[in-house]
Every structure is written in C-alpha cells, then in structure tokens.
C-alpha cells in the first residue's frame, strides 16, 4: 500500500495556466465559438472617456455572471470563491495565477449604476442566437411555446390585500366590433362602449411585502407560493429564441401575444406552433391561423361537472343557427353576451318535464343555456390539426424541446428559484440563463461539426502567444540587437 507524500504540495513547477485546462473543457469550447470582443462595442456608450478609475474589463464583468449560470452557482458570492480556486475559471476570465478576482459587489453595483434601463442583456442574448442561426444550427419551422414559474425570494406569509386594475384583453376593440357585428346580423343592438379609464375595474388581489412584483402562484390544490413565471419560447433543437416575464398570478395564455409577435418578427419561417392546453383559447388559436400557421394543441378536457352531459353532446345546427340537446329538442339563439360568446337558451316549460333534466341543468328557472364563442370555428380547425399526422409528430415533441428546456434551466443552470427581487433584475437573470444554454449547445455543435479550431491550431497559436509573453519580459535582461538595414 503506497501513501502520498505531501512534500507535493510546495513543490516548485514551471507551468503555464493554460496547461492546466483540460482540453476538452466545456469553458475551451465556449472560448473558441465565439468571439467575446462584442461586448467592447455594446457597452462603450455605457462608459464615459478620459474621466474616473480604471474599470474593469467589460468581458471579464460579464463573463463572470456567465459562469455563474452556466455551472448553476447560487450567488455571486460563491462564483467569486469558485474562480479563485477553479483554473479553468480564472483561464476564461483571462486572470494569471496572482490577478485579483473582483469583489462580489462589483457586479451588482455595476448593474445599480451602469446597466440600469438598458438592453444590454438582450443584445447579448440576440448576438449569441444570431450566431447559432449563421451557422445553420437553428431550426424554427416549428417553435414550442410554454411557461414554467420561478419561485420568488419572498415570504408567502409577509402579504398585504391590495386593490388591483383588471388589465384590459389586447384584443378588446377588436372583439367588440365583431360582438356587434353579430348582434346586428341577429336583429339585436350594439353593446355599448364603456370608458374604462374612467372607472376601470379591479379585484382584491394578496401582494408580497418583500418584492411587490411577484404574484402568488397555484399550482394543483395545495401548493401556493408567491413566484414569477418566465415564458419562453425554442425551435426543435432546443435553442432559446426569446424569453418574457410575468408575476406568478398572470395567466399563460396573457402573456402569449407580445412573446408570438416577437418571434415571428425574427423568423418569419415559422410554420407550426406547439402549445399546451392552456393556450387553446379562442383568441389565441385565431391569431396563429390568421398569421397563416398552424397550432399544434392538445385535447382539452370539458369543464363540466361530473355526470353531466358534455359540451359536444349539444349539436350546432348552422343553418337555422340553434342548438340541439341530447333529447333532440331545440335550442335558439338568444343575444351575443359581451365576452363573445353566443347564448343559445332551451324553453322552460319543455325542460321542465324533461327525462335527462338531472343530468343537463341545475338552474332554478328551469334553462339551459349553451354558449359557443364567436370564433369557435378556429378551435374546430385546431381539433382538426390536432388529429393530423404533422400536429401529432410536432406536438409530441414538446417532451423532448420545450419541457426539456425548463428542466435543464431548473436543474443545471439554477432557475428553480431566485434570490433577486424586482421583475427587472429577475428577467436580466432569465436572459443570463438561457444565453447560456444556448452559448452551451452552440460551442458542442460547433465542436461537433468541426467549426472549432482543432487541437494542433489550438496549440500552435498558444505556443505563439507565449514565445510574445515571454518575450516581452525578457527583452529588459537579455536584449535583442536590432539588424541593420544592410
């Protein structure tokens, strides 16, 4: 049995930093796909010329948070431990083995003074995807939309109750003008335009004390807790194409619209969307068929109480545009409520003699009333996608994209929960995430496709650099005569 000597520990070695990276380092990899100096050209309005201290590297004070999430640290605090004794840590930041690593702080107070209301992390999110999307590496016929909530740093039990505004539906006027166009082909009058600046409406909503912009979260029956919830959306190889944020009270299907309009804005390629049951509303399945897509959903449940008949059990009948019920009686237009959705309301006295009454209605005046919205026929042609071979194929990948996605995010890279508070610092966070992710996957699939520089260039221009270093540290003790012109 052979013991080891500690006499190792002291022993003098002539090496460089570089040989102690191994070479198939991830952090080798990420150095070598992408070319950092962008950041210089970004934040240079940030930074004022000729007047304060020296600052510190801009690529250095941003490649730190990068390890951070990369690796899944949970504070800056603890990078900044792990870079002064990680060598692959202080070979990326470009520190030798005595340059101070930087305080902590120097971040956080960089972001308070600095990067304050400005897009810089969404530029550098843009430059890293655009660099995915130039090597051929993006695929975004089809794109997986989804959400998942982060929970908040905040007490659920430290809450006040608060008065807030109900946010009015993007697509309200458009809405109303076709609720009143319906109305007015059905012999009914217009609804009238309320003013809701006026006297807008709110609801009693529970507000944390600590960070006032998160919301509370319910997820199943027993678990609330006040959180955020980030929506994001990738293309079928997983990479990140635009991120939002929202409190953890703001459901799914709001936050659709600003995140759909952005990405089809940068990749007017797409053809499918794949969506989870809770974006297969009606808005939302006209908008994507009115951009000329077509969405990927699931079956949805009917939400009707057990023992109860089914929604699809009442047959439309569009040509006297009634209703017909299970007992094949008819059921007529009534009006067309404010929320669009088209009542359709059965005759008291016959239902009140009714077999299957029991299992139909519960109201007291003896009616039913069925509602359809007025833009059902674009969740009739969604259930037609759904039963498609393509819908199928596509949404059956959300196990494998998007749900991946948010696992890995939560896992690896540290985004089950957060420690910052403010939706503004949260969403500089997410940004940090997923430009890692996706700095991650492009620097192996440059790796894998052979667009890196291979282990002999790699050698070869470090050997290069070193012969520079050395010389110019030598050149005061041992110097180089100059040849003459002759």
Not at 100 to 120: C, L, M, Q, S, W
Not at 144 to 155: G, L, M, Q, V
Not at 327 to 339: D, G, R, S, W
């Amino acid at each position: 049995m052979l013991t080891k000597k500690s006499k190792s520990r002291t022993q003098m070695q002539m090496l460089c930093i570089d040989e102690l990276v191994p070479q198939n380092h991830i952090l080798r990899n990420i150095d070598a796909s992408l070319d950092f100096s962008f950041i210089y050209d970004e934040v240079a309005p940030l930074y004022s010329e000729g007047t304060g201290r020296p600052s510190i590297d801009p690529v250095v004070l941003f490649k730190i948070p990068m390890i951070q999430h990369l690796f899944g640290i949970r504070s800056m605090r603890q990078t900044i431990k792990e870079i002064e004794v990680n060598m692959a840590y202080r070979w990326f930041l470009g520190l030798d083995f005595q340059d101070e690593v930087p305080h902590f702080t120097t971040f956080g107070k960089n972001y308070v003074r600095r990067f304050a209301n400005t897009d810089i992390f969404e530029r550098i999110f843009a430059k890293i995807l655009q660099e995915a999307v130039d090597c051929g590496f993006v695929d975004a016929s089809a794109i997986f939309i989804d959400a998942t909530h982060i929970k908040a740093s905040a007490n659920r039990k430290k809450a006040i109750e608060q008065e807030a505004a109900v946010q009015a539906k993007n697509y309200q006027k458009q809405l109303t003008e076709e609720i009143n166009a319906d109305r007015e082909a059905c012999g009914k009058k217009p609804l009238k335009v309320k003013d809701d600046n006026e006297n807008p409406p709110t609801k009693t909503i529970k507000q944390s004390t600590t960070d006032p912009d998160c919301g509370l979260f319910h997820k199943g029956e027993h678990k609330v807790e006040f959180a955020y919830t980030t929506h994001v959306a990738c293309d079928k190889h997983n990479f990140i194409l635009d991120c939002d944020i929202a409190p953890g009270n703001v459901h799914d299907s709001v936050m659709f619209d600003d995140l759909y309009a952005n990405v089809i804005a940068k990749f007017p390629e797409i053809k499918a969307v794949a969506m989870d049951a809770a974006y297969k509303t009606p808005w939302i399945m006209k908008q994507v068929f009115d951009s000329g897509r077509l969405p990927c959903t699931p079956y949805k449940r009917p939400i009707t109480k057990k023992g109860f008949f089914k929604k699809h059990e009442y047959v439309y009948d569009e040509y006297y545009d009634c209703v017909i019920c299970p007992e094949n009686q008819v059921l007529p237009y009534a009006t067309t409520n404010k929320h669009g959705y088209r009542e359709f309301k059965s005759n008291p006295q016959v239902c009140q003699n009714c077999p299957s009454r029991a299992k139909c209605t519960e109201s007291k005046n003896l009616q039913k009333v069925v509602n359809f919205h007025i833009w059902n026929d674009y969740l009739e042609l969604a259930e037609d996608v759904r039963h498609s071979p393509e819908g199928k194929e596509i949404y059956e990948r959300r196990k494998e994209t998007i749900e991946r996605v948010f696992g890995d995010a939560k896992e690896k890279h540290g985004l089950r929960y957060t420690q910052l508070r403010g939706k503004a610092r949260l969403k500089n966070q997410t940004l940090l995430t997923f430009t890692c992710m996706n700095l991650k996957k492009l620097a192996s699939w440059k790796r894998r496709n052979g667009l890196l520089p291979s282990l002999l260039e790699h050698i070869s221009s470090h050997f290069i650099n070193f012969i520079k270093t050395a010389t110019r540290y030598w050149k005061p003790y041992f110097p180089i005569p100059r040849l003459s012109s002759d």
